[in-house]
């Protein structure tokens, strides 16, 4: 299957109302279907491999914005901060350094999101409360100059329970809501973004009031 440019439409349509973004998630897809889906107007696009991404961001055009939302190694960090949007996933103090080393190196201020373990399931990442406070006490002793913290991310679990689904969301938005009250913005924390909700569950996201949404599967069909 190629890029579905009807889903697309409709998907957009679903969002109109709740201001929300949409990362197309074309990882393992061709150039040419991100082409069409760049041509049809998309213009945010999710890779979570390294090599596939600098790849592809070498072939296509310079407007396309590049999302991370893979699961980022330290050792690889420096190949993407030349052009990246915005890094996804970041879920330790470590990554985070060393994005903001990179960062100033390339003189850029590197956009993260800090991403947050909302399921039950071992096999996905993600900080927990105390490791997000250790965060903000680090962004505010650091004042780091190669990093500019954006929001939040996180993924429900895999499971047909709709209602386990949305209180994971639930939790997740209220985090949210909790550091853009606790912390105030500054020129290293910036919260506009709750990246939450792929094929399977963006429409309870939406309800939750997920403002970015990662869509793969439903707009390039199965990988
Ligand atoms: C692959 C992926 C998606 C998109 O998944 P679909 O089910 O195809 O929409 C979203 N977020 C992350 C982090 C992913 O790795």
């Known amino acids: ?18 201001k929300a973004e949409l990362v197309a998630v ?12 760049f041509n049809a107007g998309q213009v945010d696009f999710g890779e979570n491999y390294v090599q596939e991404l600098v790849d592809k961001q070498n072939a296509l055009p310079d407007k396309i914005r590049w999302h ?33 080393k990179q960062g100033v190196k390339a003189g850029r201020r590197i956009n ?5 373990f909302i399921a039950t399931e071992e096999t996905k990442f993600g900080m927990d409360r105390k490791e997000l406070d250790d965060v903000f006490s680090y962004l505010n002793e650091a004042q780091p100059k190669g990093i500019c913290v954006k929001g939040l991310m996180g993924m429900a679990s895999f499971t047909s329970d709709e209602e386990k689904i949305r209180n994971e969301f639930k939790g997740l938005r209220k985090l949210y ?47």
Not at 26 to 37: G, H, M, Q, R
């Open 1 to 18: 299957m190629s890029f579905d440019q009807i889903s697309w439409k409709s998907i957009k349509d679903e969002m109109e109302s709740s």
């Open 26 to 37: 074309s990882k393992t897809k061709p150039v040419n279907e991100i082409l069409d889906a």
């Open 68 to 100: 991370f939302i893979g699961h980022l190694q330290r050792n690889k960090v420096k190949q993407i901060v030349p052009f990246i949007h915005l890094i996804h996933g970041v879920d330790s103090i470590r990554l985070l350094r060393e994005i903001d």
């Open 112 to 116: 993260c999101l800090l991403q947050i």
């Open 177 to 223: 809501d909790e550091l853009s009250g606790t912390y105030s913005a500054s020129e290293f924390f910036e919260p506009v973004h709750l990246s939450m909700g792929m094929s399977s569950d963006y429409k309870i996201a939406l309800e939750e009031r997920s403002n970015m949404i990662r869509i793969g599967s439903l707009l390039f069909g199965s990988r």
